[in-house]
């Protein structure tokens, strides 16, 4: 079954300093990709998608992702954190061999240090 | 422009009490779930549908049912709540399965 590892849970970085979260998933064929942001005591919002195509793809706020697919990995970073970038990010795979259904990682919580 | 409106927000019941929880989208959207959220564990699928009159198992089913009786509106029901219950649930719908969900802003749910 389709499966999709966050890695930590928390992740802290410092104002300005490289964002870089980690998703890896465990389909053998190209899924659709998701990252999906936050904040507290909201719904989710998505922040970018990989369906075909570029494999760098843009999002809102700054945020971006490359899809390798060799490494089954699909990593969110952005060059310079900012405090309100401080939320809950969740990365999510969808595929033909799921129906579709969205499956989720665990989600890592960003921590922006002043 | 509403999107997806989750109601109630906040709810405490009481353990064998049951209750509804109402879902509505407003952009005639075929795909609408419903999600369990606790800490640590992300997202969980409970339900969902991909049209009107059709609903689905998701990966925790037990304990719920849903209806779609109309395409705009997802019902999730607790027959006979119980404290394992207790969380934040997401409605979302998509266009296509495809595509991108959105999301309504929770319920928080206290089963005591």
């Known amino acids: 079954a389709q499966s999709v590892t966050q890695l930590g849970s928390h992740v802290s970085v410092s104002e300005g300093a490289l964002v870089l979260l980690r998703c890896n998933y465990s389909?053998?064929?190209?899924?659709?990709l998701f990252w999906y942001v936050q904040y507290p005591n909201q719904g989710l919002q998505l922040l970018l998608k990989?369906?075909?195509?570029a494999t760098l793809v843009k999002g809102i706020n700054g945020f971006e992702a490359e899809f390798k697919k060799s490494e089954t990995s699909f990593h969110l970073t952005k060059p310079s954190a900012h405090m309100s970038d401080a939320a809950e990010y969740f990365c999510?795979?969808?595929?033909?061999?799921?129906?579709?259904?969205?499956?989720w990682g665990a989600g890592t919580k960003l921590i922006i240090k002043p | 422009n509403a999107g997806v409106t989750q109601t109630p927000k906040f709810r405490v019941l009481k353990t064998g009490q049951s209750m509804t929880l109402l879902c509505a989208q407003d952009?005639?959207?075929?795909?609408m779930y419903w999600y369990r959220q606790d800490p640590g564990m992300g997202l969980r699928l409970i339900h969902y549908?991909?049209?009107?009159?059709?609903?689905a198992k998701g990966e925790v089913p037990d304990g719920y049912n849903v209806s779609r009786l109309k395409k705009q509106n997802f019902l999730l029901g607790l027959e006979s709540a119980a404290p394992s219950q207790t969380s934040v649930y997401f409605c979302?719908?998509?266009?296509?399965?495809?595509?991108?969900?959105?999301f309504g802003q929770g319920t928080r749910l206290t089963v005591v």
């Open positions: 990989y369906t075909t195509g």
């Open positions: 952009m005639n959207h075929e795909y």
């Open positions: 999510a795979v969808s595929e033909m061999d799921s129906n579709y259904q969205l499956i």
């Open positions: 549908s991909v049209g009107e009159g059709t609903t």
């Open positions: 389909s053998s064929v190209p899924p659709y």
């Open positions: 979302a719908s998509s266009r296509s399965g495809q595509g991108e969900a959105f």
